[in-house]
């Protein structure tokens, strides 16, 4: 009876080392899932100046070119309500050699719309801002922005998925395998970067975008 107990117990820990060393065997791949889309948020920041010696001579002059920058978005169509003041800085400093003060009052306006093709109208017609004898400075561009990620995130991490599946299907065949469930999965960051051109870059200048996401997945092998 001890005999046949041992060969019973060695045959069933056999048979749980196999069924263990089978439920090791795995692949672990990545899938990727990109889409197009397009932005639905503009931010335009117009940073402009003016320098002077009276202080109120130079709000003026600051007043004035507030003034010419909402009249050229008022007749783009804006709303007020899309303009902002983003930002004032005053910067004075006596000239004790000339014996003058020095003003320099820097504003920045921002306008915030949804409406895309609006936003790119008036961005093409900058220029006109410059013949109403403004001078935007450097670091006025228009920033796109794509907001809606949270509402593309599960298709596309189901596609991603979908994808290591291929790969992971790709892999069994070649080693005579079938694929199983899934052990493990990590879902990767997803980027938005721009479209068309440098891959590279943000493509905050663009309002066309592409999505990305990687996610590597552990999938069982059978």
Known sequence: MLSVAIIIGGYLL????????QADRSVTVRGLAEKDVTADLATWNLSFS?????INEVQGAVDNDANQIRAFFRSMGFPDQALSTAAVNVNQWYDSNRGVNNVTIRQRIQLRTNDIPRARRAF???FDLVRRGIALEEGSGM???FTKLNDIKPAMVAEAT?????AAEQFAEDSGTDVGGIKSATQGYFSIGARDGDEMGSGA????KKVRVVTTVDFYLD
């Open 14 to 21: 056999g048979d749980g080392l196999l069924r263990a060393r």
């Open 50 to 54: 003016k320098q002077g010696f009276d």
């Open 124 to 126: 093409a017609r900058q």
């Open 143 to 145: 920033v796109y922005s």
């Open 162 to 166: 979908r994808d290591a599946r291929k």
């Open 205 to 208: 200048d663009s309002p066309y």
